[in-house]
């Protein structure tokens, strides 16, 4: 067995952990790696989600040998044997423990700001991780839950290898592996794609389930709900779950004779699909439109994420920048929704994606209902701008100062109803706090309006 991704192994491993039928979990993920697992099991447990951040205590002399952990609220974990062999003094311990508490408040500030740590307290968490090798940091981490006041402890990690799995089942209440080979190597080598995870998109996946679940994450020193005013980076308002059955599959499109992987979901009720088109070698597992994506869905609109290149045309970077070739893949891709599901279409495209979006919808027989442009180089669409009937909605980090110069260009070429947003102080990839929240809900705003009865029935 192996993984496609991280999505793909937290939405499987998401599907084990919900046969457990646990009560008022929440769920904690394990820095960098094991959050956007994580995240998929939060969303299908419907449970909030925060880290849980372990630091190894590693003897000076022999740095890979731990002789204990910390986490956060002060908790220390010490291996009394380990202590004793390596004669470790009272000021060693001391010395070793300020560098990684140092370092472990420091992550931890980066991925919640000003937000308090999540209360354990009665609580039963289940601890994610991408996988296990050794073993070390996993049992840590149940310590620390335990430490903290957890009640029930679960780990659940895609894969790890079966003595690891058998010591953990002494330190976890419950151990959740979904493949235990017997010939291990490392986690990577059980993943298609292993790339490093970022701690901008660690907090973006925080910052969207947060929203998701409402905010109602317990503060660990306050007891009351985070999220509220004095939220810092959290105090934007949450949307709503939808009301009703959501479907979502994958599904692929055969284009060109090759096969193009995608991620469908549609509320019920949905007044329209919104296709996004990823840009500068991006894929549908991008985490910034994923979490765009999802604050979509729970506004009731469908959504469609979609591979624009395989992996194989990617790794020509001349590929990437084809907007022909890009915006007639995202022609045919509509195409192929439009047989399969009679709503209207909207674009979203980013980076280089919003230049095909922006050609695919100048098309003559094009009927986008709404597009919009996020990060984008719309000048890359050309002539084309002046042909682009749809409403577009232009949003750009006002500290990103070259893509606003051409986007402000760009719309003075455009004749279509226009508007050009600026996030104030957010960078091209909207990684300050609340960026990329703001474009979701400038987007959400955009689109909704434009899928209207009243705007369809004036535009005919």
Same mark, same amino acid.
């Given at each position: ?7 793909? $192994? ?12 646990? %009560? ?14 994580? &995240? ?9 989600? /925060?880290?849980? +951040?372990?630091?190894?205590?590693? @003897? ?22 380990? @202590? ?26 980066? &991925? ?29 981490? =149940? ?33 959740? =592996?979904?493949?235990?080979?017997? &010939? ?8 298609? %794609? ?123 970077? $001349? ?15 509509? +195409? ?35 597009? @919009? =442009?996020?990060?984008?180089?719309? /000048? ?24 606003? %110069? ?9 004749? =279509? ?17 609340? +960026? ?25």
């Amino acid at each position: 067995m192996r993984f496609a991704d991280r999505t793909t $192994a937290g939405i499987q491993l998401a599907g084990e952990v919900a046969r457990l039928d646990l %009560d008022d979990p929440l769920v904690l993920g394990l820095p960098r790696g094991g959050i956007p697992v994580a &995240y998929q099991v939060a969303r299908v447990l419907d449970a909030p989600l /925060d880290v849980i +951040a372990v630091r190894k205590l590693g @003897v000076p002399s022999r740095p890979e040998l731990g002789f204990g952990a910390i986490g956060e609220g002060g908790v220390r974990i010490l291996n009394d044997d380990v @202590v004793r062999a390596a004669r470790l003094g009272p000021r060693e311990r001391a010395a070793v423990e300020l560098t990684e508490r140092n370092a472990l408040e420091g992550r931890l500030r980066a &991925y919640r700001a000003d937000r308090p740590p999540t209360a354990l307290t009665g609580r039963t968490v289940v601890i994610v991780d991408d996988g296990i090798a050794t073993g070390s940091t996993a049992a840590a981490a =149940c310590e620390v839950a335990r430490a903290r006041g957890a009640a029930r402890v679960v780990l659940a990690v895609p894969v790890a290898p079966p003595g690891a799995v058998a010591e953990l089942s002494g330190e976890a209440d419950e151990v959740v =592996c979904l493949y235990s080979p017997d &010939y291990f190597g490392s986690v990577g080598q059980w993943y298609t %794609d292993f790339s490093q995870t970022t701690d901008a998109e660690v907090v973006e996946l925080l910052h969207d389930r947060l929203a998701t679940s409402g905010g109602a994450t317990r503060s660990a020193t306050e007891g009351t709900e985070a999220g509220g005013p004095g939220g810092g980076a959290d105090d934007a308002q949450p949307v709503g779950p939808v009301a009703g059955p959501v479907v979502e599959r994958e599904v692929e499109m055969t284009i060109d004779g090759r096969g193009l992987p995608g991620n469908l979901t549609l509320p019920d009720g949905a007044p329209g699909v919104v296709v996004f088109a990823h840009g500068s070698g991006s894929s549908r597992h991008s985490p910034r439109n994923r979490s765009v994506a999802a604050r979509l869905n729970r506004a009731g609109l469908g959504t469609l994420l979609f591979d624009l290149l395989t992996p194989e045309e990617e790794r020509d970077r $001349a590929n990437v920048f084809d907007i022909p070739l890009l915006a007639r893949r995202l022609t045919l891709v509509t +195409a192929w929704l439009g047989a399969e599901h009679a709503l209207p279409v909207c674009y979203f495209g980013a980076s280089t994606g919003a230049a095909a979006a922006l050609l695919s919808a100048a098309e003559p027989h094009a009927d986008i209902k709404a597009v @919009v =442009c996020r990060g984008g180089r719309p /000048d890359l669409a050309g002539d084309a701008l002046a042909d682009v009937r749809a409403p577009t909605l232009l949003i750009v980090g006002g500290a990103d100062t070259q893509v606003l %110069d051409l986007n402000r260009l760009a719309a003075e070429r455009m004749h =279509c109803e226009q508007r050009l947003d600026v996030v104030p102080g957010a960078t091209h990839l909207f990684e300050e706090p609340g +960026a990329l929240e703001a474009v979701a809900d400038l987007a959400r705003e955009w689109l909704t309006e434009h899928l209207s009865p009243s705007a369809q029935r004036a535009r005919h």
